[in-house]
DNA sequence: CCCACGACCTGCTGGC
DNA sequence: TGCCAGCAGGTCGTGG
């Protein structure tokens, strides 16, 4: 499901159930989501009050008074849904962990395909431990322009589609969001990532900015039934150029877009525009 | 070190 | 209707 614009709707979605208020409970179905919940988890923040909620890439981090932080990540699948304090909780298939608030709101995650991670680490060790050690700016923070990006594109022999997904060059793109950048400034997804200039970069980083701002304001996008944390869907999917329109004219030259696999993803490009 | 690839899972779609 | 292949928003470990 999610790149950063999904996330940070999620975020922001849970953040007003969650902010100041004490876990009274957590429910956990299954532990074995992708590197396992820790057996411990409940134990070590249960009773502790949530001072704040961070996103960093497509990680989301709650923080708690005692020291603790909460790592989740949605995977591919991974979803939310909130129960307010009045409302039934209404079990789904695939409900792995449910947070309950004292005052009886609850956050859910249901994760069919269990590539999501849920754990915990000290709250000032967060930046000393993998992957956020490593991990490379925000895009839409103050740490990120043209010239960051051709920095850290700087030797990379691969293709420039293969390096903007890697987490460790910028943090929170995805298979969508990087054909949907590339497309917008017309560079091939094959060009070696090394090879692309400081101007193309300033472009690059001015597009990646601009799609997921656009996408943020649209409340993400909605493949699937994606849902935002409030069951609202979001609609950025309907304003995809490239992403999923393999075989459709492009919307600059008409030539049909094209499809193929990099590093074992989706590819959508236009051979014409693109080069 | 860099990069491509398979593995990890379930569910949905389209073709036969 | 059933069945199977192929595909899906991500990350990590392996091996060349």
Known sequence: MPEL?????????????????????????????????????????????????ERRGKYIFIVFDNGQLAVLHLGMSGRIRIYKADEDYVPEKHDHVVL?????ARVVFNDPRRFGMLYLVAVDEIDNVAPFALMGPEPLGNGFSGAVLHERLAGKRGPIKSAL???????????????????RVRVSPFRVAGQVSAAECDDLARAIRDVLNAALASGGSSLKDYRQADGE?????????VYGREGEACKNCKAPIERSVQSGRSTFYCTQCQV
């Open 5 to 53: 614009p999904e996330v940070e709707t999620v975020r922001v979605g849970i953040e007003p159930v969650l902010l100041g208020g004490v876990l009274s409970d957590v429910v956990i179905n299954r532990f074995d989501l992708r590197g396992g919940i820790p057996e411990d988890f409940a134990e070590r923040v249960k009773g502790a009050v949530i001072t704040r909620t």
């Open 233 to 241: 869907l979001g609609y950025f999917q309907h304003s995809f150029d």
């Open 100 to 104: 309950r608030m004292q005052g009886g």
């Open 165 to 183: 997904l890697d987490q460790r060059v910028v943090a929170g793109l995805g298979n969508i969001y990087v054909c949907e950048a590339l497309y």
